[in-house]
C-alpha cells in the first residue's frame, strides 16, 4: 500500500452512494459525490484537521483546581 504527504484515498462505502475520502494527514470526509471529495483533498490543509480528541462524554467526573 503506498503511503506518503501526497497519498489520498476514495474509497466507496458498498450497499450505498457514499463515498469516504481520507487524507494522508488522517482526516476523514464523507459524500455522494467523487469531485466534493477530491476538491476536499487537494485543498489540503484548509478546510480540514487530522482528527482532534473525541470530547469528554457528560458523564465524566470535572476536576476542579482547589487553591492551596
Do not use: F, K, N
Request: aromatic residues 6%; contains cysteine; hydrophobic residues 40%.
Amino acid at each position: 500500500m503506498l503511503t506518503g504527504d501526497r497519498v489520498y484515498r476514495i474509497h466507496w462505502l458498498p450497499g450505498t452512494d457514499i463515498l469516504r475520502g481520507v487524507c494522508h494527514c488522517g482526516a476523514q470526509r464523507v459524500a455522494e459525490e467523487p469531485v466534493e471529495l477530491w476538491e476536499w483533498l487537494l485543498a489540503h490543509p484548509q478546510g480540514h484537521q487530522a482528527p482532534a480528541a473525541p470530547p469528554p462524554s457528560a458523564d465524566a467526573p470535572t476536576r476542579l483546581a482547589v487553591p492551596a
